[in-house]
């Protein structure tokens, strides 16, 4: 019983930043692992980053040294920072948690111009 809610996305040129949130409503958030996804046109999803509850975190190789995710859990949220973006990283950015289950937000695009 968990409902996430992504904003943030947006238009970025290359090397701009963004600050992707995702809130979570419904349950225990401090038990979850959370996630963010993202997939472009035309490619797999894949896992960008990764927070376990014990703060354990993980990243794509595209993305190490640029993206960061954090949590807060008084206020719900999970983070993602994405600094240097480049083209490449447009996408549909989905905030995903797990515990007994898999939740899906509903995306939110992210577009890199060239």
């Known amino acids: 019983q968990v409902q996430l809610v992504e904003s943030g ?4 040129q290359p090397g701009g ?11 225990i958030f401090i038990v979850y692992t959370m996630n963010w996804y993202r997939q ?5 999803r ?5 927070f376990t509850p014990g703060g354990i975190t993980n990243y794509a190789d595209s993305v190490k040294g640029r993206f960061t995710i954090s949590r807060d859990n008084v206020k719900n949220t999970v ?4 600094n240097s973006l480049k083209p490449e990283d447009t996408a549909v950015y989905y905030c995903h948690a797990n515990y007994r ?4 937000g509903r995306g939110t ?6």
């Open 17 to 27: 930043s963004l600050r992707l949130s995702c809130v979570a409503s419904g349950s």
């Open 79 to 82: 983070y993602l920072q994405m």
């Open 101 to 104: 289950g898999e939740y899906w």
């Open 46 to 50: 894949e896992l960008v980053a990764g």
């Open 40 to 44: 472009a046109p035309g490619k797999q």
């Open 109 to 114: 695009l992210v577009t890199v111009s060239s």
């Open 9 to 12: 996305g947006g238009l970025v």
